[in-house]
């Protein structure tokens, strides 16, 4: 069965940094592209960011560049989400997501929360 | 905020038909594939449509895609009370180097 688990979201103060993981199982990880899609509580989708098989091609939204670092371990099947310097409009739950080629999303986990605040 | 423009929310009896129109630009819908979305209440997304108008094994032929220019559309015939849910359009978009969502169509079942 193909999977995606996502964890490490939590409560952390503006300005702070936390560090969301994804493992992925039931298929080849190696082969897709995955991505971060968030939502803010009561609001719809958000694309936050994308990375290629290879980790060859990454791109960010606008919201999230320079402050987000998507990477991945595809030896380990896991993609991350690296954020720093959140904010209160960073709060959402933020959900891991298989591409289907090209480019829609097949597949999605069911969601870390991450909440900001003070 | 979205790029791409849906209706805020959709209804009908059940066993009829709604549409949920996708409204986009040459960037985005124009010239790339559009794909759907359904959010159970308290649930992940799902794949519904994709490549405009295919289906994922598992998704009844009760929902359809088409895309036409810039607009995408999600049609649903034999409207059940399990279909109420959120409705979200996605595609990429070529200027922005990222992907796009359309601002979500709640469907509500009579």
């Known amino acids: 069965e193909v999977q995606l688990v996502e964890s490490g979201g939590g409560l952390v103060k503006p300005g702070g940094s936390l560090r969301l993981s994804c493992a992925a199982s039931?298929?080849?990880?190696?082969?897709?592209?995955m991505n971060w899609v968030r939502q803010a509580p009561g609001k719809g989708l958000e694309w936050v960011s994308t990375?290629?098989?290879?980790?060859?091609?990454?791109y960010y939204a606008d919201s999230v560049k320079g402050r987000f670092t998507i990477s991945r371990d595809n030896a380990g099947n896991s993609l991350y989400l690296q954020m720093n310097s959140l904010r209160a409009e960073d709060t959402a739950v933020y959900y891991c997501v298989r591409i289907l080629q090209p480019s829609a999303m097949g597949v999605w986990g069911h969601g870390t929360t991450v909440t900001v605040s003070s | 905020q979205s790029v791409l423009t849906q209706p805020p929310s959709v209804s009908a009896a059940p066993g009829q038909k709604v549409t949920i129109s996708c409204s986009g630009s040459s960037s985005n819908i124009g010239n790339n594939y559009v794909s759907w979305y359904q959010q159970l209440p308290g649930t992940a997304p799902k794949l519904l449509i994709y490549d405009n108008n295919k289906r994922p094994s598992g998704i009844p032929d009760r929902f359809s895609g088409s895309k036409s220019g810039t607009s995408g559309t999600l049609g649903i015939t034999g409207l059940q009370t399990g279909d109420e849910a959120d409705y979200y359009c996605?595609?990429?978009?070529?200027?922005?180097?990222?992907?796009?969502f359309g601002t979500g169509t709640k469907v509500t079942v009579l």
């Open positions: 990375i290629t098989s290879t980790s060859g091609h990454i």
């Open positions: 996605a595609t990429w978009d070529s200027s922005l180097s990222g992907y796009v």
């Open positions: 039931g298929f080849t990880f190696t082969n897709y592209g």
